[in-house]
């Protein structure tokens, strides 16, 4: 099994899915332990001294004023985990409870939290052994951390509350680490603030939700290509020279992987036919530009994680160089709630256009040639047309869920956190338009292959990437044209070819890597 090694620089977004998605095992570097045993001494050191610092000696947030005697601190620090794991709603996913795990281990171990090696230790133990706690869906104000979600992390480490074993079930943590060995941490000064104090949750949502999304826009650069051919469009608005003078990398990327899936096709270039048109519509002859714009965002998007996975979130933060403790802002979620909120707008725009191409391809009026709905026998057959109505109810919703959360504040506190970034919320409605957003593409991949083999039966050759999609398609399971039936398996089907890259890998097998 692969295995991540944690050490003091951060993570990448490849080792956060590998963990969260695919179980990778997780192991603490020498460094890492290292550096956490050295900022260990400078918070007992400050431990020892009368006055207060925050998080170590004084209580939290509008309750920091009171100084906490030493006998009394390991209680401080067990009752904020306890009275921070307030979480309500459903259980949050299990890739997600894992990735922010993984994400608060990767900040323990850059050395600047003060827990021990062996708070550390015990949380990646938890994840090795597939133990996941149980995290509610409502909990977190993106600031000051993910503070319920990660406080219930911090419970199921101290062998409280309930967590998910391996095979599913949902029992009391401490069963559940006595079955595998791992000993209930015993929390010392600054050990619980340190476990809850981070964006971690909204991070690894950000970071899972850009690889969907790098699937997704490849997808929809396919899709839009299939469009076209089945609408009988020119591809000549793909020429690389038209996009040079428009330099935005993301628009030159979609159009060049729009020509690739192109070439060869005998379907392009027809507009001039039977219904001559000069240009194609929008939805056809814009597809790079919008889809490049949101590719531009992923890119943003990646920056800004990027950013993050090498950062250490915490409050207050061991400085090891200047032997200090330092309270600061660091935990404010601003910097990745905007850009889960820009994520939500890209996804709500290409779904929308996706579904105006879909609506095209099956309107008589200007579908060129195409019968109404793609129905067999129309009339008899309704074809496609409540397949894009389900289309069209997945892009209305993903038009409210492009609202932004982090635009939002509710203070907090008695007012001491009295402006908030409400990432969480950002990330976990991303994650919903995300959803949509593969069903919307299965959606214009089903009618634009269905379409492209109407156009077969008439004499034309589609391009070889086009017949090789319609091959693995029918393969996956999705049936080709033909009198009505049962349609729910087969945009199930269309949904799973393209969320697990059977689409974007059968073109591949013809083109070669797509940008």
Known sequence: MHTVVVGTAGTTAEDVVAVARQGARVELSAAAVEALAAAREIVDALAAK???VYGVSTGFGALAARHISPGLRAQLQRNIVRSHAAGMGPHVEREVVRALMFLRLKTLASGHTGVRPEVAQTMADVLNAGITPVVHEYGSLGCSGDLAPLSHCALTLMGEGEAEG????????????????ITPVELREKEGLALLNGTDGMLGMLVMALADLKNLYTGADI?????????LGTDRVLAPELHAIRPHPGQGVSAGNMLRVLEGSGLTGHHQDVAPRVQDAYSVRCAPQVNGAGRDTLAHGRLVADRELASAVD????????GRVESNGN???APVAYVLDFL???AADLGSITERRTDRLLDKNRSHGLPPFLADDAGVDSGLMIAQYTQAALVSELKRLAVPASVDSIPSSAMQEDHVSMGWSAARKLRTAVTGLARIVAVELYAATRAVELRIAEGLSPAPATLAVIEALRAAGVQGPGPDRFLAPDLAAAEAFVREGGLVGAVEAVTGPLD
């Open 315 to 322: 409050n207050p933060v061991v400085l090891p160089a200047e």
């Open 166 to 181: 391996p095979d599913g079930t949902v029992r009391p943590a401490g069963e559940l680490l006595a079955e595998h060995g």
């Open 331 to 333: 935990f404010h979620g």
């Open 344 to 346: 939500a707008i890209v």
């Open 223 to 231: 899709t839009a290509a299939l469009s076209l051919e089945a609408l």
């Open 50 to 52: 009368p006055e207060p």
